[in-house]
């Protein structure tokens, strides 16, 4: 069955270093989310990205974060200078387009950011 | 913010009776809503949909009920099965927007007993 994919599955990094966080979609879907989950707290939506764009963002992604598709596989989040708080599980999400617009999104197992 | 709404943190249920899992939502704008599971060290994993044109789902194990006017979505897992014990997430999405963004609850822990 196909699945998302993401890597590395642990990143430590020191507050103010850049991380890039590395998701591989399912191949027929068009639409990626990134999301994160602060241990103890819920799962936040971060952004949302179609047809090579941003489609929707939330107020936690502010500018030092960035998203793109870089080779048409990997669908990448950047942090540019990490803070303590950034510090979380970092889920992608992906989802096919379809006619009525609900569709499933379907998550990667993670990757668990650890800033220093 | 508290769109979405789990109330249980946990539930404990004996094998092969029903799990009563519960949600309730504030924002009128969602239309879609979804279960997660989620085992520890893992992503959410899809287990059923729900539109708001509809008031119940039905999928094997699993049914979601929707009663719109209460804001207030369950899911039923019957027969239960120890495999089931997990964190059962609720999700939600809105009408407008092209790529739907999910607003999860904040969780319910299943223990499912043998």
């Known amino acids: 069955e196909p699945e998302v994919t993401q890597t590395p599955s642990h990143q430590v990094t020191q507050m103010g270093q850049e991380v890039i966080l590395r998701c591989v979609p399912i191949?027929?879907?068009?639409?990626f989310y990134w999301y994160r989950q602060i241990l103890g707290q819920k799962v936040e939506f971060l952004v949302s990205?179609?047809?090579?764009?941003?489609?929707?963002k939330s107020e936690i992604f502010d500018d030092q974060f960035s998203v793109e598709r870089p080779d048409g596989s990997n669908f990448t989040l950047k942090i540019r200078s990490t803070k303590l708080e950034d510090s979380a599980m970092y889920f992608c999400a992906t989802s096919e387009m379809l006619a009525g617009g609900n569709n499933e999104q379907f998550f990667g197992p993670g990757t668990r950011l650890t800033v220093l | 913010d508290q769109q979405v709404k789990q109330n249980s943190p946990s539930l404990s249920v004996q094998e092969g009776r029903i799990s009563i899992l519960n949600c309730d939502y504030t924002?009128?704008?969602?239309?879609?809503f979804l279960w997660y599971k989620k085992y520890p060290a893992e992503g959410p994993t899809f287990l059923i949909s729900i539109s708001s044109i509809k008031d119940k789902n039905e999928d094997g194990r699993f049914t979601v009920f929707l009663n719109k006017s209460a804001k207030h979505l369950s899911l039923h897992i019957v027969p239960s099965q120890p495999g089931d014990s997990a964190v059962y997430f609720c999700a939600a999405s809105p009408s407008s927007g092209s790529a739907r963004q999910l607003t999860f609850g904040s969780g319910t822990q299943l223990t499912v007993l043998p």
């Open positions: 990205f179609y047809n090579n764009e941003i489609s929707e």
């Open positions: 191949s027929n879907h068009l639409y």
């Open positions: 924002n009128s704008m969602f239309d879609y």
